[in-house]
């Protein structure tokens, strides 16, 4: 059995598939089957799957300079071939790679052990002593669903996070959820001016509100204030509890979670909090720095994933220079879209990507015109390859590093961000506003980019000078 699943962004402002938004979704917040069923239908609809390979892994990568070409090697069910392409393009995502954290005894343990990103459906949690380790996203919605029908939960945190309203909930009065109605539904699919005014409601809510991730701005003075107020009321005034749960940093410092139910099961007898860290896992369960051992019939890790952005198989470039020791230290892309010294490789959600601010959906669309715009160029200008300057690059990212100071993204928390870290570079989100990200990659900035093309004369695109004619 899996917890249920739910949407924490306004459904309908985020939809799967920006050609396909549909009018009838159950709730403002929809459910993870329903969205699920919405893109399964979709994909059938459009016959998406046409050129989708599935179970076939990238194990190697290498890009040949002379032919402009991408090598690879594939494997699929056991066996390894090569293919290869003009252009590579990782949609991976910066969230794909789960890991479990590094705690001594893990393997050890006698219990079931779970991820949450590899959930295993037969894992029956009723009637057992469950841990959690974890309070992130995840964390937040699999505790309080477990702690329904658990004996007993506990849940293991390094430190607090914001639990905050629902993202975008100012639009339903700040409900927690709030289902369409029939008469509503009908409205969207009969005027789809309607649905578009409603998505167009939410993502405006979101734009306007930038400055609250703006430090010590007189809306993040609010949200501070109103965020811990919400937080105390939801845990039924327990100012020691609270004082456990609440961070000191800035909101939206770690990624806003809503995670309605999660402070409110702290306030259940079946249901408790440990903030002593972790030593070790025994045989029967977890050792804790203060001495308590807590044996579990069960732990759930939602310990996160690989927020490197490094690949998982070896990517080389030019030189033979592989993007996982480019980037051991430090992702650094341009315009969170490409790398230098790695020609027509293009990244969706790259590092400094626009994942704290506005509609990721909305920004994938963006990225993919982008891309396309490049690929028309590649195509019809007769190029071999382009790849962003070093130059360029290395003044994007100074920027960029200089600017974030500005921003909560930076703030005294500890967050994947920063790839786990309480400081240093701020690695996954971009330097600003969701709509300054539409703007800069609105248009392609050949300026930046080193171009070879296929023949000697840049111009010799052009033919035997009849282009269009047709004589």
């Known amino acids: 059995m899996a917890p249920v699943w739910e949407e924490d962004l306004p459904t309908a402002v985020t939809p799967k598939v920006p050609f396909e938004p549909n009018p009838n979704w159950s709730a403002f917040y929809a459910g993870g089957p329903e969205i699920q069923a919405y893109l399964t239908r979709t994909v059938k609809k459009y016959n998406l799957d046409r050129d989708v390979k599935l179970s076939h892994e990238i194990i190697h990568a290498n890009f040949d300079e002379r032919e402009g070409i991408w090598n690879l090697k594939i494997s699929h069910k056991g066996n390894v071939f090569d293919d290869w392409c003009n252009v590579l393009v990782s949609a991976t995502g910066f969230l794909s790679h789960w890991k479990w954290p590094d705690i001594p005894g ?83 699919r009969e005027e789809p001016g309607e649905l578009n005014r409603h998505r167009k409601e939410i993502q405006q809510g979101s734009n306007k509100a930038f400055g609250l991730f703006v ?31 609440t961070p000191t940093w800035e909101v939206g410092c770690r990624r806003a979670t809503p995670g309605p139910g999660y402070l409110e099961a702290f306030t259940q007898s079946n249901v408790s909090l440990t903030t002593s860290p972790i030593s070790l896992i025994t045989p029967s369960g977890i050792l804790t720095k203060d001495g308590t051992h807590h044996a579990v019939d ?8 690989d927020v490197s952005h490094r690949p998982p198989f070896p990517l080389l470039g030019l030189n033979n220079l592989d993007l996982r020791d480019y980037w051991k230290d430090e992702p650094l892309g341009y315009l969170s879209v490409a790398c230098p010294h790695f020609p027509n490789l293009f990244f969706y959600s790259g590092p400094n990507a626009p994942v704290g601010h506005g509609s990721l959906m909305a920004a994938l669309s963006w990225i993919t015109r982008y891309i396309s715009l490049w690929l028309r160029k590649i195509a019809s200008e007769d190029i071999l390859f382009v790849a962003p300057t070093s130059e360029a690059t290395e003044e994007f990212n100074a920027y960029g590093d200089e600017i974030m100071e500005r921003f909560v993204w930076s703030g005294g928390c500890r967050s994947w961000y920063k790839k786990g870290r309480v400081d240093g570079r701020v690695t996954a989100v971009w330097q600003g506003s969701a ?37």
């Open 298 to 305: 069960a732990i759930i890790y939602a310990t996160g994933f």
């Open 106 to 188: 893990l393997h050890g343990f006698k219990g079931v052990k779970v991820h949450s990103a590899a959930w295993d459906e037969d894992f029956d949690y009723k009637g057992k002593k469950i841990a959690v380790i974890g309070n992130g996203s995840s964390a937040i919605q699999i505790m309080p669903e477990v702690a329904k029908s658990a004996a007993h939960v506990v849940n293991f945190i390094r430190s607090p996070t914001w639990i905050t309203p629902g993202l975008g909930s100012a639009v339903i009065g700040g409900e927690v959820n709030r289902l369409y109605g029939e008469e509503e539904k009908r409205r969207f």
């Open 435 to 471: 709509i300054g990200f539409k703007e800069a990659i609105g248009e392609l900035r050949p300026e930046d980019f080193k171009i070879v093309w296929r023949t000697g004369n840049r111009w010799r695109w052009m033919g035997m000078g009849g282009r269009g004619w047709r004589g």
């Open 215 to 245: 430090k010590d701005s007189e809306a993040q003075k609010a949200a501070f204030e109103s965020t811990s107020k919400m937080m105390l009321d939801r845990l039924g005034g327990d100012e020691e509890l609270a004082a456990k749960l």
